[in-house]
């Protein structure tokens, strides 16, 4: 059973600011890393996919995966009120279809 | 428009009912997935199929059932043996292609009557 701890919310941040969202996991033998969003009363949507050691940016998104460390981030430049909804880490294995996720963490942005 | 298409969007179940809910896709996927979410906690797997025909238990599928006659459908039952249902159930599909991401339907809220 991989297991995917993500750090505790809400998280509040003022409007324009950078939003940071950590996500550890159990499995070495890991090899996919998404991060989705879940806007309240909706289904996730894919924000971020990374596989490979650094980062990796997108628009204001930027994915960081260290994997000696089992550590996977994303952080959220530019913070907008939109960008408030919980965000889910799922880590994803090298012999199965399979994704874990994490409970997920709650941001805010304060206008 | 390809898509995930979750029916209906609200159930509601009766005491000793069973009810389905219906997953289609045609993203011509062969993976797909049924997770359950509780009010502020993460998805939990039930049930996942990678092939038509062939379905595998998630880590909480007592009192829930699935088939996979199709490569589009993928249907889930709750059971009366399910004491707690109340929750948002969540249909996702993915291709078999290594590390591809799993993407979602909009999801079905059932509660008990």
């Not at chain 1, 919310?9 to 550890?24: D, K, R």
């Amino acid at each position: 059973q991989k297991e995917v701890e993500q750090n505790s919310g809400p998280l509040s941040v003022p409007e324009g600011a950078i939003a940071s969202l950590n996500c550890t996991y159990s499995d070495r033998g890991s090899q996919s890393f998404f991060w989705y969003r879940q806007y309240s009363g909706k289904s996730p949507e894919l924000i971020m996919s990374i596989y490979s050691n650094g980062d990796k940016e997108d628009g204001r998104f930027t994915a960081q995966l260290n994997k000696a460390s089992q550590y996977v981030s994303l952080l959220i430049r530019d913070s907008q009120p939109s960008d408030s909804a919980t965000y889910l880490c799922a880590v994803g294995g090298p012999s199965d279809y399979k994704l874990s996720f994490g409970a997920g963490t709650t941001v805010t942005v304060r206008a | 428009d390809g898509g995930i298409t979750q029916s209906p969007k609200y159930l509601f179940r009766k005491e000793g009912q069973n009810v389905t809910l219906s997953c289609e896709q045609n993203l011509n996927h062969d993976a797909m997935y049924w997770y359950r979410q509780d009010p502020g906690q993460g998805l939990r797997l039930i049930y996942y199929s990678q092939i038509v025909n062939d379905f595998q238990k998630g880590d909480i599928a007592e009192g829930y059932s699935v088939s996979r006659e199709k490569k589009e459908s993928f249907p889930l039952t709750v059971t009366s043996a399910q004491k707690n249902p109340t929750a948002f159930y969540l249909c996702a599909s993915r291709t078999i292609a290594s590390n591809q991401p799993q993407h979602f339907g909009d999801g079905t809220r059932l509660s008990i009557l």
